[in-house]
């Protein structure tokens, strides 16, 4: 199994409070990849990373930030949280971003907002 | 429409008998992924697909390029089977940070 550790795995929060969700890996990836996962929905992209400190949006980025000062670490910031942001949040690592790369997930951390 | 259809959403088998998921597409792909997805766990890859069949103890996947569809069977089901399964496509000459999942299928293998 790919070395990728989320923490925390469970969160309850309240509305507006600022809630950090990390990603750790030792696989030395250096594509890193932050999605949240609702019912009826797929996978959903928030942010990216293509290296230290270089990240980018993803498909649902708007009211989340993301840092990475580390190889092996990818951090998710929600500002201030809403109940929309209620979710299961999933970390991925990738070797390569081409056409022949592959994903390697984490355990999920799940974030009830109230 | 979708991008990534997956059929059915919903399953439910008796443990032993032979299963199929679909995953119908809409785009060129340079490859499908199958995922497996335990009840309260992680996401683990099955298999990645560009052409053909693969094999993996009793799961099976096979993709047709030309219909724009994949199939993962399981045969001699077991309850530990159980899981949600997410067929994801890699659309050609895209990277992985634009990889299109489906919604799942959820299977319950009963003893």
């Known amino acids: 199994d790919a070395g990728i550790t989320q923490s925390p795995r469970h969160k309850v929060t309240e509305t507006g409070t600022p809630v950090t969700l990390r990603c750790h890996q030792t696989?030395?990836?250096?594509?890193m990849y932050w999605y949240r996962q609702d019912p009826g929905h797929g996978l959903r992209l928030i942010h990216y990373?293509?290296?230290?400190?270089?990240?980018d949006k993803g498909e649902v980025s708007d009211g989340y930030s993301v840092s990475r000062s580390k190889t092996e670490d990818f951090l998710l910031t929600l500002e201030s949280a809403t109940s929309s942001q209620t979710s299961v949040y999933f970390c991925?690592?990738?070797?390569?971003?081409?056409?022949?790369?592959?994903?390697?997930f984490g355990e999920g951390s799940r974030l009830t907002v109230l | 429409k979708n991008e990534v259809e997956q059929s059915p959403q919903n399953l439910t088998a008796q443990e032993g008998e032979f299963i199929t998921i679909n995953c119908s597409y809409s785009v060129g792909i340079s490859a499908l992924h199958w995922l497996q997805q335990h009840p309260g766990g992680g996401i683990v890859s099955l298999f990645m697909l560009s052409s053909g069949k693969k094999k993996h103890g009793r799961l099976i996947a096979t993709i047709n390029i030309q219909e724009k569809h994949s199939s993962l069977h399981i045969t001699a089901s077991h309850p530990r089977d159980s899981a949600v399964y997410i067929c994801a496509l890699q659309r050609q000459w895209e990277g992985v940070r634009d990889m299109r999942f489906g919604a799942g299928t959820r299977l319950t293998v009963k003893p």
């Open positions: 990373s293509y290296g230290v400190k270089d990240t």
């Open positions: 696989e030395n990836h250096r594509y």
């Open positions: 991925a690592i990738s070797e390569r971003d081409s056409d022949s790369g592959e994903l390697f």
